[in-house]
């Protein structure tokens, strides 16, 4: 199991799908890594967004029930993995611990990683899903950035009009 942590939710209009982007964290050369994107609903992208930015609602919503529910029979969320995936449709198990006792549930990735997020749970990815269904990505930083514009501001410092002279090319002058 490979530990996951969310790079980014893109949540669309109604009718278009919103897409949740998952980043595996392991041990990957600075700027590069790869990302698991999981095509979602509308619905199920702001319960995501929600969870993410630990909003409060007035009322409870079907996760905070859940969640009441599980608390209140001396359980709560011990991890979720992403356990598999047939075409565009992943596949989770959301793991409850309950004394010394582990329950493991077929659940959506969306539900399942809602709840760890509000519980703070971890969650994971098999091995064999995610060599299935990343994508490599290369990040540009800030750092990046300057380095570029360094280079070129040391080109500019060291440019003189001898390097405008005719040197015997057409130009648009002839």
Request: net charge negative; charged share 25%; aromatic share 6%.
């Amino acid at each position: 199991m490979i530990p996951l942590r969310i790079l980014t939710l893109i949540v669309t209009a109604p009718g278009q799908p919103s897409v949740l982007v998952l980043e595996p964290i392991e041990d990957t050369p600075e700027g590069k890594s790869r990302i698991v994107p999981i095509w979602i609903g509308t619905q199920e992208a702001t319960q995501l967004g929600i969870a993410i930015e630990h909003v409060r609602l007035p009322r409870p919503t079907t996760h905070d029930l859940f969640l009441d529910a599980v608390t209140n029979l001396d359980a709560r969320v011990d991890h979720v993995v992403i356990s598999g995936a047939k075409g565009a449709t992943f596949f989770a198990k959301l793991s409850l611990r309950q004394g010394g006792r582990l329950i493991e549930l077929d659940a959506r990735p969306t539900d399942a990683l809602s709840l760890a997020i509000r519980q703070e749970a971890p969650f994971y990815i098999d091995e064999a899903v995610l060599e299935r269904t990343s994508f490599p990505c290369v990040f540009r930083t800030r750092d990046d950035d300057e380095a570029v514009m360094q280079e070129f501001r040391t080109f500019l410092d060291t440019l003189a009009p001898e390097d405008f002279a005719d040197d015997g090319h057409d130009t648009l002058d002839s």
